[in-house]
C-alpha cells in the first residue's frame, strides 16, 4: 500500500519502520501537510487513555475481591479458632 519512504512536494516525508511511522517536517508546515494528524493523534491518546482507564478499573476490582477473600479468611479462621478453644476449655470436659 505504501512505499518504505514517501516524500511530498511540500518537504516532508513519511518513513515507516517496523511498527514505527515517523512524520518528517517543519513543525509550523505539519498542520497544512498532515490536516487530520492532530485528530487522529487526539484519537489514538482518547483510546489509549480508556484503555488505561478500564486497567486500572479491573486492577482496583482485583485488588477488592482479594481483601474481600482475605477478610472472609480471617474471619473463618477467627470462628474456626474460636470453636476449637470452646472445646478444648475445662468447662466441656
Request: hydrophobic share 30%; charged share 30%; with cysteine.
Amino acid at each position: 500500500m505504501f512505499r518504505k519512504n514517501w516524500t511530498t512536494k511540500q518537504k516532508c516525508s513519511v518513513v515507516f519502520n517496523e511498527n514505527e511511522l515517523r512524520l518528517i517536517s517543519n513543525l509550523n508546515d505539519v498542520e497544512n501537510i498532515f490536516p487530520d494528524l492532530k485528530k487522529t493523534v487526539t484519537m489514538a491518546n482518547s483510546s489509549y487513555l480508556d484503555s488505561l482507564k478500564q486497567a486500572e478499573a479491573k486492577k482496583r476490582q482485583a485488588q477488592e475481591k482479594a481483601k474481600q477473600r482475605e477478610e472472609k479468611e480471617l474471619g473463618l479462621r477467627q470462628n474456626i479458632s474460636s470453636t476449637l478453644k470452646k472445646l478444648n476449655s475445662p468447662a466441656n470436659q
